[in-house]
């Protein structure tokens, strides 16, 4: 179990802070998001719980820029469900003797999906709690969700070479 270090609260903080301003950003664009991607790179590289507490931190900051409601606590919950299931994709991916090339390209595919299912979680989720039917908050949200599934596919190739590649140097120096 890690503790909760000054040094590991700042990078959290920090990485929250740049995940709230990317999130105010791109919010003229609907759905098109650079922090699902930032959501998923961190799980393999801090590990699961400091990813949650990225994504809680983004979430519910952001949304007082955004909007606070009901949703922001649906926000989460879905985003910490999805990134469970990545955690354990991820386990799945990354065995046997792929070469590096096929394992981006596989993560890549997942990380797109991760954008799909993040939006039937959180759609079945919004559906249950205003007691709507729930094919119609999935109807509703279809391009929506497909948005963010091609953003995150686009925006996670991006930044998990970003992130390899700082991790590289700090083992290099």
């Known amino acids: 179990m890690k503790t909760f270090s000054i040094n590991r609260l700042t990078k959290v903080a920090m990485m929250a802070a740049l995940c709230v301003v990317l999130r105010q950003t791109f919010s003229v664009f609907p759905n098109v998001q650079p922090i699902t991607a930032i959501f998923l790179v961190l799980v393999p590289v801090w590990g699961l719980i400091d990813a949650i507490l990225v994504m809680a931190l983004t979430m519910l900051v952001s949304s007082f820029l955004l909007g606070l409601g009901p949703w922001v606590a649906l926000q989460i919950v879905s985003f910490a ?8 994709y991820l386990t799945l991916v990354t065995r ?4 590096d090339i096929i394992i981006l390209f ?14 039937i979680v959180i759609d079945s989720l919004s559906a249950f709690m205003f007691n709507m039917p729930w094919w119609s908050y999935v109807a509703a949200g279809f391009f929506f969700n497909l948005a963010h599934a091609l953003s995150t596919l686009i925006f996670f190739p991006l930044i998990t070479s970003f992130f390899r590649r700082l991790s590289h140097e700090k083992t290099i120096v």
């Open 81 to 88: 469900i999805m990134m469970l299931l990545w955690r354990v």
């Open 96 to 99: 046997g003797g792929k070469s």
């Open 106 to 119: 596989v993560e890549t595919i997942g990380a797109g999906l991760v954008g799909i299912g993040y939006g």
